[in-house]
């Protein structure tokens, strides 16, 4: 009976996973849309929408590895959006293996600019955005402003999402968050 408990919890979590990636498949707005094409890509609306489409992406992923509650939730949830660019019929067969290597160099990007020690971490991640588009990104302007407020919208629906569907952490109130780290919470 363990093996069927235990089977059930992880096709739970699969399935989790499988609704967190759903709200990342989210299309851009329009609005977004159109202003990146404007400022970044000349005029090519469906290329800024898949920047777009790639950075929801990647920074949901990345809010799953670095706020989930279970270790295996990052890992379910990059297995769930592997899938979607699968099934994905915006993107031609022969061209999926490029669209997993785009991708992943805007994933890595992305992690690099949440992990950067800086003030705003925003102006990071809006310059990150512009640079893929082909836009201007040395500047710190109200180009780079907006992209990085898109982006950190992402990363907040993101988080909002994994907690809503996850859950979120509850510690008795008795016991401050640094005595579980240190195993004073019995």
């Known amino acids: 009976m363990a093996l069927f408990k235990r089977w059930l919890a992880a096709r739970q979590l699969q399935r989790k996973a499988g609704q967190f990636v759903t709200g990342l498949l989210a299309e851009p707005s329009t609005d977004d849309t ?3 094409a ?3 890509t000349k005029g090519d609306e469906d290329h800024a ?3 777009l489409r790639y950075a929801r992406r990647a920074i949901g992923l990345l809010v799953a590895q670095r706020d989930a509650l279970d270790d295996r939730t990052s890992s379910l949830v990059a297995r769930a959006l592997s899938g979607a660019f699968e099934r994905d019929d915006r993107i031609d067969r022969e061209r999926r293996d490029l669209a997993e ?4 160099a805007r994933l890595s990007a992305y992690r690099d600019a949440l992990g950067a ?4 971490s925003a102006v990071r991640l809006g310059q990150t955005l512009l640079a893929f588009a082909g836009g201007s990104f040395r500047d ?10 898109v982006i950190s919208g992402y990363e907040e629906e993101a988080h909002e999402s994994l907690r809503a569907v ?3 952490a509850a510690l008795p109130e008795h ?3 640094s005595a579980w780290t240190r195993g004073a919470a019995t």
Do not use: H, K, M, Y
């Not at 290597?101 to 992943?104: L, V």
């Open 38 to 40: 404007r400022v970044a």
């Open 140 to 149: 710190v302007d109200d180009n780079v402003r907006r992209a990085g407020e």
């Open 101 to 104: 290597r785009q991708f992943n």
């Open 34 to 36: 159109v202003w990146l």
């Open 175 to 177: 016991v401050p968050p």
């Open 49 to 51: 929408c898949w920047e």
């Open 117 to 120: 020690r800086v003030a705003d």
């Open 166 to 168: 996850f859950g979120s």
